[in-house]
């Protein structure tokens, strides 16, 4: 994996390298975005193509099991996504749902929102 080692096992991914280094699963432990984010964009179904903003704005229109279908086929940008959507969309009816979702479909990764916290 390209990136810097920060402790063993822990790596920085810069955004230019990450869709080439990191497949799932993978656990995030913190998230840090520049000034220029625009999100991992969606690789497939309605979120295909689609930067973070757009994939929220989409995300809120959609009926809780077209959500889940969603955030399996899109759980790599779903998972770094999600903190810059809690920080910029925090009132966001989505969120609460891409969590609780998330929870039951990948019990053992890790998603990070609302300050950094991982749940």
Known sequence: MEGIEAEPG???IASDVYHAAVTPPFDLVSVYFGRGFRGSRGTGLSLK???AAGQITRMEGLSRPDLG???VANRVCV???FEWWARRFPASPALPRIREIWTEAFPDRRLIGFGGRAG
Do not use: F, K, R
Request: aromatic letters at 8%; proline letters at 0%; charged letters at 15%.
């Open 10 to 12: 822990v790596h920085w």
């Open 49 to 51: 193509g689609l930067e």
């Open 79 to 81: 998972q770094i996504n």
């Open 69 to 71: 279908v969603e955030m």
